[in-house]
């Protein structure tokens, strides 16, 4: 299973769980399924995940956090993203067409979402040629917004 073509469930992350020898646990549920209730175009490093789930009565530890959405990225569900902070934020991988990447302003922290389905084909001839199997594209283009070009002028 990929995460370009799967809509994530938590009976599908069971499944991929249980053929790794892992198991579903409640904490990872809820991970998942907040992340598949995030608004579009939202991204949550794994401290904004701590505080929204703490305000919502969740008891999961921040290592907890941690080590989940490490795990779920690395699966290919969570799309781990590095856009201009010191630490890295988390979307759900969604299948195509939804798949997008990110251009982000250094002086506004501003992060504009765009689609370009040539990055996508790119990236999979070039891991056809090697023989690898495409998990994940993301293009991040850092630069300077209009608004954050008027402050530095």
Not at 37 to 53: F, I, K, M, W
Not at 82 to 88: A, P, Q, V
Request: charged residues 25%.
């Amino acid at each position: 299973m990929t995460s370009a073509t799967t809509d994530y469930t938590p009976e599908t992350l069971r499944a991929e769980l249980n053929a790794k020898g892992w198991r579903m646990t409640p904490q990872r549920e809820v991970i998942l399924n907040t992340f598949k209730t995030l608004p579009e175009g939202e991204h949550l490093s794994a401290e904004d995940l701590y505080n929204r789930l703490k305000d919502q009565g969740e008891d999961i530890s921040l290592s907890t956090i941690y080590r989940t959405v490490k795990m779920m990225a690395r699966m290919g569900i969570l799309r781990e993203l590095e856009l201009t902070e010191d630490h890295k934020h988390y979307e759900i991988n969604q299948p195509r067409p939804h798949h997008h990447h990110h251009l982000v302003c250094v002086k506004t922290n501003t992060v504009i979402e765009f689609k370009n389905d040539k990055i996508l084909e790119i990236s999979q001839k070039v891991a056809e040629k090697y023989g690898y199997k495409v998990l994940d594209c993301q293009l991040t283009i850092i630069g300077v917004s209009p608004e954050g070009q008027r402050s530095i002028f």
